[in-house]
């Protein structure tokens, strides 16, 4: 899911002087309706500085209101901070802006400078990853705000050189949860819509500073159960309030909208989000059955041997012996060639059966003399007898010299000469 929506920050930090020991910093909203006043009300807030008492502040309680430039039926949460903090106040439950009632203001808000990805499955205490914020243009460190509407935040930071962040989801099942970002410079780059939490058979990760939902207080009042150390990113603005105190109260707003708003308006942040299924896909390679299949043409199987469909076999007993050719003649190459030629597009056909006559070629008989009675040729080249085995079956077309007067069988030619075999 690539988020695109950005929820608005208007982030409050108090400035004046407060005394306030035994505390509960929590807040209150008045009705939002659109392009109205909105009305913060706050007690037992820890204030920065002690140094410079207001009159806004009595007894722990102060006041700060702010033109909302949302138009209606955006939804949206507010976050509060003080000294103690980022949102020590609590974040208040989701709320929705109402009609006009007269008012007018600029709802035209700035663009966000990158965005984020998270996976679509969220579950208790499972791993949960933000991709894709250095890619779009954050500059590192980047700040997360993990956000739950009528109860508390936890802020994570992703450290320099990290393109992902593995973050283990310390969310009880069933729980609400948006997730935005800023990073270094200031820069927002979105939020999230409200996910909700799944459950899972895990939950060791849960303990007390687990962002949670408080006891379901009213729409307009919230009340923390904890709050986060770590440092909050995201802009800010000093806004004129009821109480002229203009430069020492700064509030956190939390907007998230059911349409599309890009914005920021000073310090007050619209994030506009966009969802992004992950499937994953299979990539594979297109294939032209036009093309030849060049290279690959040379692990083609041959079949050693394909018999003529049209013409019977001969018979074992009367297939016909071919001898192999001299070593170096003619014969021999260009039989060889012919048995391991190209195998690739229009190479010859199935290689030959070694004993299987070419129908094509006229048989050749050799006679071999015996080895006293050979002459030698011009070249002094003299070529001895083969011998034969007494069990060789009979050549058909060639008498059977084995049976005739003078012959021997092999092996026999090392006593006396005898005449030539015929």
């Known amino acids: 899911m690539r988020v695109h929506r950005l929820p608005l920050f208007i982030q409050i930090l108090l400035l004046g002087a407060l005394c306030s020991t035994a505390r509960a910093f929590s807040f209150s909203t008045s009705d939002p309706t659109e392009c109205g006043a909105l009305t913060l009300t706050w007690r037992s807030a820890a204030i920065w500085s002690d140094d410079n008492p207001h009159d806004s502040f009595q007894n722990g309680k102060g006041s700060f209101t702010v033109a909302l430039p949302?138009?209606?039926?955006?939804?949206?949460?507010?976050?509060?901070?003080?000294?103690t903090g980022p949102a020590a106040g609590g974040i208040s439950n989701l709320l929705q802006v109402g009609g006009s009632t007269g008012a007018s203001c600029s709802t035209r808000l700035n663009p966000i400078k990158f965005s984020f990805d998270l996976p679509l499955a969220l579950k208790q205490c499972g791993n949960y990853q933000f991709t894709g914020f250095t890619e779009t243009g954050a500059t590192p460190?980047?700040?997360?705000?993990?956000?739950?509407?009528?109860?508390?935040?936890?802020?994570?930071?992703?450290p320099k050189g990290q393109k992902t962040y593995d973050w283990v989801a310390n969310l009880a099942a069933g729980t609400s949860v948006l997730f935005s970002m800023s990073d270094s410079t200031g820069g927002l780059g979105g939020s999230s819509d409200l996910l909700p939490v799944g459950d899972s058979d895990t939950k060791n990760c849960l303990d007390s500073f687990s962002p949670s939902s408080t006891a379901q207080p009213s729409?307009?009042?919230?009340?923390?159960?904890?709050?986060?150390?770590?440092?909050?990113?995201?802009?800010?603005?000093?806004?004129?309030?009821?109480?002229?105190?203009?430069?020492r109260v700064v509030a956190a707003i939390v907007a998230t909208s059911l349409v599309?708003?890009?914005?920021?308006?000073?310090?007050?942040?619209?994030?506009?989000?966009?969802?992004?299924?992950?499937?994953?896909?299979?990539?594979?390679?297109?294939?032209?059955?036009?093309?030849?299949?060049?290279?690959?043409?040379?692990?083609l199987y041959h079949p050693m041997y394909q018999p003529d469909p049209f013409t019977s076999a001969p018979s074992s007993a009367n297939l016909p012996l071919t001898p192999p050719p001299p070593s170096g003649s003619e014969y021999n190459r260009s039989e060889h060639e012919s048995s391991v030629g190209s195998s690739g597009p229009?190479?010859?056909?199935?290689?030959?059966?070694?004993?299987?006559p070419n129908p094509h070629?006229?048989?050749?008989?050799?006679?071999?003399?015996?080895?006293?009675?050979?002459?030698?040729?011009?070249?002094?080249?003299?070529?001895?007898?083969p011998q034969y085995s007494e069990s060789r079956a009979a050549i058909s077309g060639i008498p059977n010299l084995m049976n005739t007067p003078g012959a021997r069988p092999s092996g026999s030619s090392q006593h006396s000469p005898s005449p030539a075999h015929s």
């Open 141 to 158: 460190p980047v700040q997360v705000i993990v956000a739950v509407p009528g109860g508390t935040a936890e802020f994570l930071t992703i």
């Open 219 to 247: 729409p307009s009042s919230t009340s923390p159960t904890g709050s986060s150390t770590t440092s909050a990113g995201g802009g800010s603005t000093t806004t004129e309030s009821s109480h002229s105190i203009s430069g």
């Open 260 to 299: 599309v708003c890009v914005a920021v308006i000073g310090g007050a942040v619209f994030f506009v989000w966009r969802r992004r299924h992950h499937s994953p896909s299979m990539k594979a390679e297109m294939i032209d059955l036009a093309d030849d299949p060049a290279a690959a043409t040379s692990l």
């Open 70 to 83: 949302l138009t209606s039926g955006q939804k949206f949460v507010v976050m509060m901070s003080d000294k």
């Open 346 to 356: 229009g190479a010859a056909g199935p290689l030959p059966v070694k004993g299987v």
């Open 361 to 385: 070629r006229p048989t050749t008989y050799v006679q071999h003399t015996d080895v006293y009675d050979l002459p030698v040729g011009d070249d002094g080249v003299v070529e001895l007898p």
